[in-house]
């Protein structure tokens, strides 16, 4: 048996997952991080359940250099999150993330929430 096998996934229940408005002039890094088609795709793997930068890797067959670069840029905007951690195979604690909101407008009018 692995130490992977033997360890449990922790998962915070507690992350605020409501909706989000953003103004359109205010936030630059939300519509620049969104831009690049790789982010888009690791929103889209990890919207379907929380998932390591290696598992996010492996699953688009990109390095795993690309997703943590994307993951930063994710977070910084705050569209994902660590929200628990896991086990390597090797013993070692990685992150898993999540989507921090369930959704995002853009404001045109300039007024966020």
Do not use: C, F, N, W
């Amino acid at each position: 048996m692995t130490v992977e096998q033997l360890s449990p996934v922790r998962i915070d229940e507690e992350v605020d997952r409501r909706h989000r408005t953003v103004a359109l002039d205010e936030d630059d890094a939300l519509l620049d991080v969104l831009s690049s088609r790789t982010a888009r795709e690791v929103v889209a793997v990890v919207r379907e359940s929380p998932a390591t930068a290696s598992a996010i890797a492996e699953e688009l067959d990109v390095s795993i250099q690309a997703v943590t670069y994307h993951l930063d840029r994710l977070e910084s905007a705050d569209v994902l999150a660590p929200v628990g951690t896991k086990y390597s195979q090797k013993g070692r604690e990685m992150s898993l993330y999540s989507l921090s909101t369930g959704s995002v407008t853009v404001s045109l009018s300039g007024e966020g929430m």
